[in-house]
């Protein structure tokens, strides 16, 4: 899969930013994490997030041990990313002061609070999580991102029901776009380069 979106990439001139499962090391040794990626307009890897905080239901997956490689630079500015329950952690530990792991509370800090990211990209697969957690759902949690962080966020949801929504705020918590739950759907906007 890498190598197709490391094409397309290329082949349209811009930089993807997607979730993917990715394996790092081999045998026994070897790791596999949910990772978001970014690859720029040459097929180059830009920046790549190894979720920090797993799923219960994650056994075969290794939680992430570093943002260093989790933002990079756009015209608009600094961009980070994010993958699913890591951003639920943010949002519990904004309400709630826990339900985050000691290794994924002062990183998710770290990459928010000392990177300040201008932008905020992320992928979660929530299905039910705003039935079973109401702080939980999906848009008002982006939008909680972008006002807490001062950063535009980007989000994106799986669409298998019932799938909640993504869309993109702009960084004062203004829906530029949404989508609801079920419809597959390209969101876009223009985001302004940051001034010089």
Known sequence: MLHTMAQLAVDEGLTLVFPMVTQEGTGASAKMYDTMLAI????????????????????SLTAGSSVTDSC????????????????????????????????????????????KPDIVLFSVHWENAGTTYPQWQILSVMQKIATTFNAWV????????????????????TPVTTCSGNTTSTEYASIPDKAP
């Open 154 to 173: 980007v989000g994106a949801n799986t669409t298998k029901s019932p799938g909640q929504g993504g869309g993109i705020w702009m960084s004062d918590g």
């Open 40 to 59: 720029d307009k040459t097929g180059k890897v830009l920046a790549k997030h190894h979720k920090l905080q797993l799923c219960t239901t994650e056994t």
């Open 72 to 115: 990079f630079d756009t015209r608009a500015g600094k961009a980070c990313l994010l993958v699913g329950m890591d951003v639920g952690c943010i949002v519990t530990e904004m309400q709630t002061g826990a339900n985050c792991t000691q290794n994924a509370a002062p990183l998710l800090g770290d990459l928010l609070a000392v990177e």
